[in-house]
Structure formats: structure tokens, C-alpha cells
């Protein structure tokens, strides 16, 4: 993760003034060159604000609208609301509010144990690994698959073991191991919050031991064999060397693995279809169904930008604390 | 915050906002006079079979127009989603297939072409299409905004060989006996009803139909709804019943949602079942026509005060076209090509249901058991589903209420008036 800044170095040791060099033979560095840096990263620019930026800002227009399908073809024609559709959707008194509100824990609870679980058999699966023995290479392999498959593909296998009836799930646990007298429902009621889960963590993880173990490779053995001498443990290896080290990593991966889960759609639509039950019904899908199902275009940006707003609070909080800490240990 | 901080948090702020970010995208709508786009939407057992149907016809239509048709069928469950999409960005197909549910859904986005009689006039005509159906076509007072393609209806589908070997000699006229019959085939791992519980559609269409019966209404006068009556309470709870109380329905059933529970009667694993035109469905897997019996959808044995003989909704495909299209004449010609009574019964038959023309009703096809219980449904007792702008957002959220409910009836939680009333009055707070 480390980055390099070379050439802003170089550039400040050219202009030294009165040095022969001026004279010597170099390529002019005029605006051709500083203009290099732009033009490589233009394109990224470009989509990033087509993209990003751009749709953004119109979501941000349009939770100002009241847009339904009356005005959908023309949204110039949309009545300008202000701030109606906040006002109706955060409304913890009417029931689009509640909802909203349950909808919003429900994803904090589900976002924050799926990255604590993904990161838990991440660094586990990286520690055991981080040591050469036979056949590591197929189990690194094979840890990685669930995050080589596609997503769709995977999720509707998922759906298929966890149906009632004919599930595999319940195949096992009530006809083969009979640990189980009634069969339990796995996509509907109560547990369809530990289905959504379980589903997430086992797509997640993959990507929190791939980070983790690259991670590891940056750690440097004579750390291990002092720590050895010193006479660690490895517990007090894995607290003194190995999870300190691996601190710049961990910082990124659990606040990208935090937001992807927060905003993660593909998984509980696949799993759910287009409503999911109450117990697993995250603010992606949520927000889905207030846009898309109701045609309330106005009133699923408004959620969209309160989520924004939470999730740019929430990221700024983590980086200034970890940055904080940081600058304290330094 | 450092710099490499900010860079972080940077893509943070990007990460994060791809929430905000949504769209749709379609494919252009044709730009040559020669060539038109078509979404069908899914009426066979598959959308490959339906291309495969469809595809003849087609090419038929280029024979005699020279004009290509490009055909993509829709999942329903995508359809409605695309279609909007579709409406928004001005971009997409030249000619839809639509639920005929979601015509004053669709007609209030203005995307559609609205057929007053001059319009009708080019397609062939006012005067031969079913006037029920032409009714389920666009909001009442205004011209329609599409033009009926398949005609169905509600009928309740049984198992003659169950039904023999519980002793039960006549299908259920009333909703008391359907339970009662249903209790005498719930035995050995096989079940009375088959119902598709975690499909809002299907559970608003059942919506409807009970309420009519209870007589409730979804929406006033003025087309606000009136979701939370005591008429549609009983009305609701009654459907849900027969999991909840009589026990007749699979619990497993509150998970279906891709036509399971054709499934489960096509093997045997339910006895009867509530659908629009199963015949063709039935047929590709493998339930012999002479296995089932079909007859009308029962009613309540003593209606209460102001319930009303009605037993399904008129139910069927409706064709529009886009304005958005470069291709008008081409798009209304097809639209007349595929209402001409040489494709209405080429198609109606292939797909089980009726000709929306009149004309057209004369193959023998037609006065099978299964079309002969449709035709008279739709003559009788079949009303349309409230055309107004908020009916997709009442499929959609009743739809789910419901779906809901049977999840709770399905884990053993109580269905009570109650409940029932809780989460319609939610469903209604949240139209605007």
C-alpha cells in the first residue's frame, strides 16, 4: 500500500539557480511535461465524474423533486419540494420513517459483523498460510474461489441450498444429521438476517485474507525470528509484529469492506429478490424498492443522500481517529 | 489529515455514493423505417420457448411489410423496471407488452401512445376488440393508453385423480368447501392448495378478487387508497387463512415466487391451484391435459352486505407503443398485424389464453374446458383491477404486506384481524 513520490522530488532539485546544468543538454521541462500527469489521469477523471460525480449531483437534484411517475419522462415538470422528501422519509413518527430507521440498524448490525467475521477468517486464514508447507498453494486457491465466482451465480446457489423444502441445508441438517425435528425456513422470518450473513461473510472474506496476505508478505522474517529469541509466544508474535505491521492495510481494508457491505445490493437482491423480508431488509434494498417498486424517485434519493451523508460522517470519523492514533504512537 | 488520508477518504466519498447513483439503460428504439424493437413479455414455459414462438410470426410480419422486428422477451420480474426505464430516459424498444394491470400506471407517464379512435381505427379497429378487456386497457374517461394482445382470467385448476381418491365428486363453489375439501387433501405429504406466497403480484391480484367478494374497494372514487377497511381486512385474512388456519397450504409455500406452486400441482404435491391459464404451462410439465380439471374460482358461500360476484380480475397482456419511437406507422401496423385474427389465434392457442378480439374466437381451441371457464369468467364475473396511477405501487406494496403475512403464518407466528389491519394501514401510509 505504500506509495512513492519520486518526481515531485526531481522537480525541485532542477531549478537550482546559476547551475551549469541549465546549459547542458536536457529536454526542456515546459508545460509539455507538466502537462503529462493530467492528461494520463483525464480519462479516469472523465469517468470518474460521468460515473460518480455527475449522477451523484443529479441524485442530489433530484431528492429535491417530487418524482414520480408522472414526471419521470420530463423532470422538469417534477414540483420542487425542497426538502419534502427529507422531511417524509426521516420521519421516525410515520411508518416510511420506521421503516427507514429499522432498515438503517439492520444494516449497521449486518454490515458490522460481516466485515468483523470476513477480517476474523481473513487474518486467520493469512496467518496459517503465511508459512510454506505443502499444498498451500491449491488452499490459497481454493480460499480465493468464492471471490472469483460471479456474484448472481453464487447467491442464487446459495438460494437454492437454503429453500425449505428442497434446499441442501436442510437436507443435511434435518434428513441426513437429524440435528433438527422441524425444517426450518432459511429466506423467510428471523433467520434470513444469519442466511444474508453468513452469505456475505462467505463472499467477503476472501478479499480480507488476499489483502492480508499480501500484507504479510511486507513483513520482515527477522521481526519473527527476534521476537522468537525474545522468547514471544505466538500469540504475542501475532500482537507485537504481526497485527501492528499489517496496521496500514487493515486501515483501507476494514473501511472499504465496510462500505461495500453497507451498500451492498447484489447479495440480499439475488438472495431475496426484489423484497427482502424484514428481518434482512437492508438500505439497498430498501432504497430499491422506495425508487423502483413505488415509483418514488424523490423520496428513494433523499434516503440515498441521508445514507451518503451518514457514510461520509462515518468514514471521516474512522480516518480521523486512526490518524489520530497514529500521530500519537509516532 | 494527511495526504494519504485524503486520498482514502476520497475514494471513501466515491465507494459511498455509488448508492446515489442509479440508473437504467435501454436500447435504442429503431431508427430505420425497415427495422422495429419488441419486448414480449414471458407467456410461455420459458423465455427461449416464447422466442422460439414468436419468431415465425416475425418473420411472417417482414414477409409482408418488409419490416424486421428485433424481439426481446422480458422476465416479468425485470419488465416493469425496464419498461420504466425505458419511459424515463426516452430510450428503448418501439413496442412493449404490458401487464394490462399497469396500463394507468404506465399511461400516467405520457411515454405511451395513446390510441383514440383514429389511432384505433389504423390497428383495425374499435369495434372488434372485447370490450372487458379494452376496459383494462388505460384510466376510464380517457383514450386507452395500449391494446389488448392475450385475454385471461382466474380459474381454480384441480387434481381429478385427489380429488377421486379423497372421495370429492365436484370441484368447490364456495371458498367454505375449497377449505373443507382441501382439509380431506392435506394428507401423506400432499397438500390442498398450491399458492404462490411470496409473489406480490399474484398475492394482489388474490388482493383484489377476495376484497371484491367482501366487498372492499382498493382505492375511493377519487383514487385514493383505502387500503385498511374492515372488508379488506376480512378480505386478506381469509387468503391467508388457508395456510394460517385451515392448514391447507404448504407452509414452504410462503417462499414461493417463480411458479413453484404449478410446479408442486403439475407433480401432485398440491391439489388445486388459483392461475391464469395453467393448460400451457401444465403441459410442459408433463401434467396431461385430462389429469386436471378446471373450474371457476369459488366465492364466499353468504357474502356480507355489498359483496359482489366477482371471482377474478380481467386479467391479460396489453401492447403499446413508445412515443418515443422513430418508427410510428411501422409500430402501429404491427400492433394491427399482431391483432389480426390469423396471429390472435395462432398465439392464443399456443399460449392457452383468448383472443382479445372478438372476431377471432372461433377455432375450436377456444371452447376447450379450460378457454370455455375463462371466456365465461371474463363474460361474467371477472371485473378489471382499479385503473389508476397508483395500481402498480398497490400490487407492489399490498402485494408485499401480504407476502409478509404468510412468512408469519408460515414460522407459526398468529395472523389476527389485528395483524392483518397493522400492516395495510403501513402498506397505505406509504403511497403518496
Not at chain 1, 506509495?3 to 508545460?31: F, I, L
Not at chain 2, 386507452?144 to 381454480?156: E, G, N, T
Not at chain 2, 389429469?291 to 396489453?318: D, E, Q, T
Request: charged share 15%; hydrophobic share 45%; aromatic share 10%.
Amino acid at each position: 500500500m505504500a506509495t512513492s513520490t519520486t518526481a515531485p522530488d526531481a522537480d525541485r532539485r532542477e531549478p537550482r539557480a546559476g547551475s551549469p546544468a541549465r546549459e547542458a543538454p536536457r529536454r526542456p521541462r515546459g508545460p509539455r511535461r507538466s502537462l503529462l500527469p493530467y492528461l494520463l489521469l483525464a480519462p479516469a477523471i472523465v469517468l470518474e465524474l460521468a460515473i460518480h460525480v455527475i449522477p451523484m449531483v443529479v441524485g442530489v437534484w433530484m431528492s429535491l423533486l417530487e418524482l414520480t411517475q408522472f414526471h419521470i419522462r420530463d423532470w422538469s415538470t417534477a414540483p420542487f419540494v425542497g426538502l419534502e422528501n427529507y422531511r417524509a422519509t426521516l420521519d421516525l413518527n410515520s411508518a416510511a420513517g420506521k421503516e427507514l430507521l429499522h432498515s438503517f440498524w439492520v444494516t449497521l448490525v449486518y454490515s458490522v459483523l460481516s466485515v468483523g467475521f470476513a477480517w476474523l477468517l481473513g487474518i486467520s486464514a493469512a496467518v496459517v498460510l503465511q508459512r510454506p508447507f505443502r499444498g498451500r498453494a491449491i488452499l490459497r486457491a481454493l480460499f480465493l474461489t468464492p471471490y472469483a465466482l460471479p456474484v448472481y451465480t453464487a447467491v442464487i446457489t446459495w438460494s437454492f441450498l437454503l429453500q425449505r423444502d428442497t434446499g441442501l441445508v436442510n437436507h443435511v441438517l434435518v434428513d441426513q444429521l437429524g440435528l433438527l425435528n422441524d425444517r426450518p425456513f432459511w429466506l423467510i422470518g428471523d433467520n434470513s438476517f444469519w442466511s444474508l450473513l453468513v452469505v456475505s461473510v462467505w463472499r467477503n472474506w476472501p478479499f480480507a485474507f488476499l489483502c492480508l496476505m499480501a500484507g504479510l508478505q511486507n513483513v520482515p522474517g527477522e521481526l519473527y525470528e527476534a521476537a522468537a529469541i525474545d522468547g514471544a509466544g505466538f500469540w504475542r508474535r501475532l500482537r507485537s509484529v504481526t497485527l501492528p505491521m499489517l496496521r496500514p492495510v487493515n486501515l483501507v481494508l476494514l473501511l472499504v469492506l465496510f462500505l461495500w457491505t453497507f451498500n451492498d445490493f447484489n447479495t440480499p437482491y439475488v438472495l431475496f429478490g426484489g423484497s427482502a423480508p424484514e428481518q434482512a431488509d437492508l438500505i439497498s434494498i430498501h432504497i430499491y424498492r422506495s425508487s423502483f417498486k413505488t415509483w418514488d424517485f424523490g423520496s428513494g434519493s433523499a434516503m440515498s443522500v441521508a445514507l451518503l451523508l451518514f457514510l461520509l460522517v462515518v468514514s471521516a470519523a474512522y480516518l480521523l481517529i486512526t490518524n489520530r492514533r497514529r500521530d500519537d504512537h509516532a | 489529515m494527511s495526504r494519504r488520508h485524503l486520498g482514502i477518504f476520497t475514494a471513501a466519498v466515491l465507494a459511498a455514493a455509488s448508492l446515489t447513483a442509479c440508473g437504467g439503460s435501454g436500447d435504442d428504439s429503431a431508427a430505420s423505417p425497415k427495422t422495429l424493437t419488441y419486448w414480449a413479455s414471458n407467456q410461455g414455459a420459458s423465455l427461449e420457448a416464447d422466442k422460439t414462438i414468436l419468431q415465425p410470426e416475425l418473420d411472417k410480419f417482414e414477409k409482408q411489410t418488409g419490416i424486421k422486428v428485433t424481439v426481446e422477451v422480458v422476465p416479468w420480474s425485470d419488465l416493469l423496471n425496464r419498461l420504466l426505464a425505458a419511459a424515463a430516459s426516452g430510450k428503448g424498444p418501439d413496442v412493449v407488452n404490458i401487464g394490462n394491470t399497469w396500463s394507468a400506471s404506465l399511461q400516467a407517464t405520457g411515454a405511451l401512445v395513446e390510441f383514440d379512435d383514429a389511432t384505433l381505427q389504423a390497428v383495425g379497429g374499435k369495434d372488434r376488440i372485447v370490450p372487458a378487456a379494452l376496459a383494462a386497457a388505460g384510466a376510464p374517461g380517457k383514450p386507452p393508453a395500449a391494446v389488448p394482445l392475450y385475454s385471461m382470467a382466474y380459474s381454480l385448476y384441480y387434481n381429478k385423480k385427489s380429488f377421486a381418491d379423497a372421495g370429492i365428486t365436484a370441484p368447490p363453489t364456495t371458498w367454505e368447501q375449497l377449505a373443507e375439501y382441501g382439509k380431506k387433501l392435506s394428507t401423506g405429504g400432499k397438500w390442498g392448495l398450491a399458492i404462490e406466497g411470496a409473489n406480490p403480484s399474484e398475492n394482489a391480484h388474490h388482493a383484489f378478487t377476495f376484497s371484491q367478494q367482501y366487498g372492499g374497494e382498493w382505492f375511493d372514487s377519487a383514487g385514493k387508497p383505502t387500503f385498511d377497511t374492515p372488508q379488506n381486512v376480512s378480505a386478506i385474512k381469509r387468503y391467508i387463512d388457508f395456510m394460517a388456519a385451515d392448514k391447507i397450504t404448504n407452509p414452504s409455500n410462503a417462499e414461493y415466487a417463480q411458479n413453484q406452486s404449478v410446479s408442486d400441482f403439475a407433480n401432485g404435491k398440491a391439489a388445486m391451484l388459483l392461475w391464469q391459464s395453467a393448460g400451457s404451462n401444465l403441459k410442459t410439465q408433463n401434467m396431461p391435459a385430462d389429469a386436471y380439471g378446471v373450474a371457476p374460482v369459488p366465492f364466499l358461500a353468504s357474502p356480507p352486505a355489498g359483496g359482489k360476484k366477482v371471482n377474478s380480475m380481467v386479467a391479460g397482456i396489453n401492447m403499446a407503443v413508445f412515443k418515443h419511437t422513430k418508427n410510428r406507422d411501422g409500430a402501429l401496423s404491427f400492433v394491427k398485424f399482431m391483432t389480426s385474427d390469423e396471429e390472435q389465434t395462432i398465439l392464443n392457442k399456443t399460449y392457452g389464453s383468448l383472443p382479445a378480439v372478438k372476431t377471432a374466437g372461433a377455432d375450436p381451441a377456444f371452447s376447450a374446458v379450460e378457454q370455455k371457464t375463462i371466456q365465461d369468467t371474463l363474460v361474467t364475473t371477472a371485473a378489471p383491477l382499479p385503473q389508476v396511477p397508483d395500481e402498480s405501487t398497490f400490487e407492489t406494496l399490498v402485494g408485499t404486506a401480504m407476502k409478509e403475512l404468510f412468512a408469519d403464518a408460515a414460522s407459526g407466528k398468529p395472523v389476527t384481524e389485528a395483524s392483518v389491519k397493522a400492516k395495510l394501514t403501513d402498506a397505505q401510509q406509504k403511497m403518496r
